[in-house]
């Protein structure tokens, strides 16, 4: 069954390589260009370019774009599971939904780069391991929103990123209302019916799962066929090396209103 969504455009904006003037600008053109979500990420250095170039931490600056911002959503793109106990990840983002007057996306996925763990000790672990960490935090994530004074405004979106087919997708079953994912139409097509398999075995609707993807290049290059693949969020990846350009962005978003008018 086609999804009912209208086709949402995410910009994920790497706090890399940039001064926090110029990624706070973007943030601003951003939203007066009309994107629906800006996304940074959660790493503690640059994933590319100059290894040690600038870099900002995640939570810290989503506060900053609440104030900043009054219409986009914002998130992470994504969190990871390892650098924050779950009851006090649930309270940032608790405090980051109130500041923001209900905008926060909670992005959440288990964590892979082994700098970030290495230089600010945390235990990297396995690959397993770090999946069912994953698994432990995210009901106690939820359960710590029933009881928190206040409340948070809405029932906080959880995006959960990752492909693996037997732990990712079936936690994004029992827990997401966003599934964020990697690869062109067919990687996007097959995980996309796993997820749909783990949601019928545990009694889910798959159609409650928005499907998101990270897009490159153009949209008449690979839109039309990921959204007739499900996609509904089409995320464009911004770094800072040079300055961050927001015509294809812009590019996106046009799409989006052509195709969301039709």
Not at 123 to 143: K, S, V
Not at 158 to 178: D, F, N
Not at 201 to 224: T, W
């Amino acid at each position: 069954m086609t999804d009912p969504r209208p086709v949402r455009i995410g910009l994920q904006l790497q706090p890399q390589h940039a001064d926090y003037a110029e990624i706070r600008r973007t943030v601003a053109a951003a939203e007066e260009a009309g994107v629906d979500i800006v996304f940074n990420w959660d790493h503690f250095f640059p994933l590319y370019g100059d290894a040690d170039g600038t870099h900002f931490e995640c939570w810290t600056m989503l506060g900053a774009w609440a104030e900043a911002t009054s219409r986009v959503e914002i998130g992470a793109l994504v969190t990871c599971n390892s650098y924050r106990n779950p009851e006090l990840l649930a309270d940032m983002a608790r405090t980051v939904d109130h500041i923001s007057g209900g905008r926060l996306i909670l992005g959440i996925g288990s964590g892979w780069f082994q700098r970030d763990y290495d230089e600010y000790g945390y235990e990297f672990g396995t690959a397993g391991g770090r999946l069912n960490d994953l698994a432990a935090a995210l009901p106690r994530i939820r359960d710590r929103w029933t009881k928190l004074n206040p409340a948070p405004t809405r029932d906080i979106p959880i995006l959960v990123g990752g492909g693996g087919e037997k732990k990712t997708l079936r936690y994004t079953a029992e827990h997401a209302g966003i599934w964020h994912g990697f690869g062109d139409v067919d990687t996007v097509t097959h995980k996309s019916a796993v997820l749909d398999g783990h949601c019928r075995d545990i009694g889910r609707d798959p159609a409650e799962i928005e499907r998101s993807v990270a897009v490159e290049g153009s949209p008449q290059d690979s839109g039309p066929a990921l959204y007739d693949a499900g996609v509904r969020l089409f995320t464009v990846g911004q770094d800072g090396q040079g300055g961050y350009d927001l015509a294809r962005l812009e590019d996106w978003i046009a799409w989006r209103d052509e195709r969301n008018a039709g």
